[in-house]
């Protein structure tokens, strides 16, 4: 039974009429061949290392659920903060949403007077135990992009696809707020309201 159940999760991960079809544009280092976000914000040139630190402690306080867990390197004189999460991804079957897993990733922030450096990468996928069995690790997130893993001659290419376009909207919402914790205007309008 056990067997059976396996095989059906298989086939639901692999049977996605609505899953992506197309793998979503992600930006690959060309170093590293690895999947990178990462740039430089210039902020208000006001803004101290220090300040700037604060405000990046409190922003992992404020978005994950136990920043102590997450953060691995906490260095405020040279101004580094490494941090490894997760995020919930999902596949689609029969028109429905259903946990598929984790994608875990490390998010550096590098801190100076006036400006800040992110980088988030290592995307790794790490499956999980639902109801008709267990979902299987895929490893590293690259290995996603033009897979030729099938199971009963179906490719993973669309489930692939799907998690890959769940990575890439959840990363551009975490940096489009962090931008927004760690702008000047962010901070006055807090120190205004209370």
């Known amino acids: 039974m056990k067997f059976i159940l396996t095989i059906f999760a298989t086939f639901l ?9 197309e793998t979503p544009n992600l930006p690959i280092d060309t170093i590293t061949k690895m999947i990178t976000y990462t740039e430089v914000v ?3 040139t006001s803004l101290s290392k220090q300040e700037l630190y604060s405000r990046a402690r409190e922003w992992f306080a404020k978005v994950y659920n136990s920043s102590q867990n997450v953060i691995q390197m906490d260095d405020k004189e040279s101004g580094k903060i490494v941090g490894k999460a997760l995020t919930q991804v999902y596949h689609k079957a029969l028109g429905s949403n259903y946990p598929s897993g984790y994608i875990n990733y490390t998010i550096s922030i590098y801190l100076k ?28 997130c690259e290995e996603m992009i033009k897979t030729k893993k ?17 990575l ?13 914790s760690m702008s000047s205007t962010a901070l006055n309008n807090k120190k205004n309201d209370w």
């Open 13 to 21: 991960l692999t049977v996605n009429a609505n899953a992506q079809k």
């Open 150 to 166: 099938k199971t009963m001659g179906m490719s993973y290419q669309k489930t692939f696809n799907y998690y890959l376009l769940q």
């Open 113 to 140: 007077d006036g400006r800040y450096k992110y980088e988030i990468s290592n995307f790794h996928h790490t499956g999980q135990l639902v109801s008709a069995g267990r979902i299987d690790d895929y490893g590293p």
């Open 168 to 180: 890439d909207t959840k990363t551009n919402s975490l940096i489009e707020d962090l931008k927004a």
């Open 42 to 44: 210039n902020v208000d």
